[in-house]
């Protein structure tokens, strides 16, 4: 089993004739994630390399009963082409796009919200269920299935981790990137619920970084509401205050936000925090031992 992505997601690509769109379209199909359209306005009856092309997502979900949508639409449009495929009738959204203006976020989170619509991203790598589905463009070959689930706010960070489980022949349930903007479509705790929910994720890691607050808050639900293991990386320890760090919302405000203050908070909660994605991997791994 696996959370968001598996092999019963039915994947549109918005903005799939644009070179990224393409490229990682025909990467997730490839990889075996079941891609049965894409969108792009004015393009529909092209296909590419054999996916078919609608002009819209109503029209897309009508022919093929897509179920999952890819964004990768350009930062001025994206937030129109998330409302278009929420009201096609799209139950889970996957938005790549980087950029989209935070005001833009903040209509949208509050449009989807209600309606139970489940959202990654945007400025996010996507979502990884290995050996099922690859919706984004995390590099499937350096994972394996397995029972640790994986949610993080940096991609990068998420890749080194994940090869660092493999590695030690930890396999993952699903890798799951929330993105590294100020507003975000789901936040740790939406995933957290979902990893406890999964019967076949038994430890969860999560990976965060300065700036906000989700950190802390993910601190006292896993307390409060998990009875699965976690352990956690926070990056960002020498960040200066006042400067943005690669995502948008990696930035320190005065003394809030900080790494120390979202390990603390963790491990004031009984979550083991590792200081670099070997020993988080270390310790997934005695997590482990001492379950088994």
Do not use: W
Not at 73 to 80: G, L
Not at 137 to 147: D, K, L, Q, V, Y
Not at 188 to 204: N, Q
């Amino acid at each position: 089993m696996a959370i968001l992505v598996d092999t019963d997601t039915r994947l549109v690509v918005q903005g799939i004739t644009g070179r990224e769109g393409t490229f990682h379209a025909t990467r997730n199909r490839d990889y075996g994630t079941n891609v049965v359209a894409g969108v792009t306005p004015g393009k529909g009856g092209q296909d590419v390399n054999g996916i078919p092309v609608f002009d819209s997502v109503r029209a897309a979900v009508a022919e093929t009963d897509a179920n999952t949508a890819m964004v990768f639409v350009p930062a001025p449009f994206a937030a129109d082409a998330i409302y278009e495929a929420v009201d096609a009738g799209i139950g889970t959204v996957i938005c790549i796009t980087e950029g989209i203006p935070a005001h833009d976020m903040l209509r949208v989170y509050n449009y989807i919200r209600p309606r139970g619509i489940a959202m990654i991203g945007p400025n996010c790598p996507g979502a990884l269920s290995p050996g099922q589905a690859n919706v984004g463009i995390i590099p499937a070959e350096i994972f394996s299935e397995g029972a640790v689930g994986l949610v993080s706010r940096s991609g990068t960070l998420t890749y080194q981790i994940g090869h660092e489980l493999t590695r030690l022949g930890m396999g993952q349930s699903t890798i799951v990137g929330i993105g590294g903007d100020p507003v975000v479509g789901s936040s740790f705790i939406d995933v957290l619920e979902r990893f406890e929910a999964d019967p076949e994720t038994e430890v969860v890691v999560m990976v965060g970084e300065i700036g906000g607050a989700e950190e802390e808050k993910a601190a006292a639900f896993i307390s409060e509401r998990m009875s699965k293991p976690v352990v956690a990386y926070i990056a960002g320890f020498t960040a200066p205050p006042g400067k943005t760090m690669g995502h948008a919302g990696a930035i320190i405000s005065g003394t809030a936000g900080t790494a120390q203050a979202k390990k603390e908070a963790l491990e004031e909660h009984g979550v083991r925090v590792g200081t670099n994605p070997t020993e988080v991997a270390r310790l997934v791994s005695e997590t482990v031992g001492a379950r088994a």
